[in-house]
């Protein structure tokens, strides 16, 4: 067993700017992806229903992220998630687009 500090990158986009000229503000993007992500952290991956069938690779993991983070904005018709990226390491990140 072993652990990492990600880093996540989360691009979003949309179609309307909302009364203050925001897609959807960076606060509400970071509060959302921390709730996600507080779900894998000092946890055993391959223990969560979510890597039971599947390896907890970064590029699974990054897929988990964004299938959750679109399930949060769904609410949000007109924000969809792009892209995530997942910096295991300052050099080394995969990037998963749905």
């Not at 039971?52 to 699974?60: L, Q, R, V, Y």
Request: glycine share 4%; aromatic share 8%.
């Amino acid at each position: 067993m072993h652990g990492h500090n990600w880093k996540v990158e989360v691009e979003v986009c949309g179609n309307n700017l909302d009364n203050i000229g925001m897609v959807k503000d960076f606060k509400e993007i970071r509060k959302m992806t921390k709730k996600v992500v507080d779900e894998l952290d000092h946890r055993f991956l391959n223990d969560l229903n979510a890597f039971k069938d599947i390896n907890p690779t970064a590029e699974n993991i990054a897929k988990y992220i964004h299938n959750q983070l679109s399930l949060a904005f769904n609410e949000d018709n007109d924000i969809e998630v792009k892209s995530i990226k997942l910096w295991e390491t300052d050099k080394s990140a995969v990037k998963y687009m749905g």
